[in-house]
């Protein structure tokens, strides 16, 4: 089993910042990929940004330049650092662990609002 548990989501200005965090417990040695994926109210839960095993990521083009994602191997934890946030950016945001057997674990979400 495996444990996500994020942080870090709140009320926030358009053009504002916020830094997401999500701290994993548990068995994490196969873990293959994780990340951030949103969802806003009446529409799908969509990918935001990833990170493989290798370092390797992957954004969504609407967050691309704004949005930094990063990790913390001593901390076992998952940083997502937001800037020029923007109204379209509210959602809830949850933090993804996927296993090489491409199993999903997911974290309980936080909320991100941005008033115009």
């Known amino acids: 089993q495996l444990q996500l548990v994020e942080s870090g989501g709140g009320l926030v200005q358009t053009g504002g910042s916020l830094r997401l965090s999500c701290v994993a417990s548990g068995r994490m040695f196969n873990v293959n990929v994780a990340g951030w994926y949103r969802q806003a109210p009446g529409k799908r839960r969509e990918l935001v940004a990833t990170?493989?095993?290798?370092?390797?990521?992957n954004y969504a083009d609407s967050v691309k330049g704004r949005f930094t994602l990063s990790r913390d191997n001593a901390k076992n934890t998952l940083y997502l650092q937001m800037n020029s946030l923007q109204p379209e950016d509210t959602a809830v945001y949850y933090c993804?662990?996927?296993?090489?057997?491409?199993?999903?674990?997911w974290g309980q979400g936080t909320q991100v609002t941005v008033s115009s």
């Open positions: 990170i493989t095993s290798a370092g390797n990521t």
């Open positions: 993804n662990a996927q296993t090489l057997s491409q199993y999903n674990y």
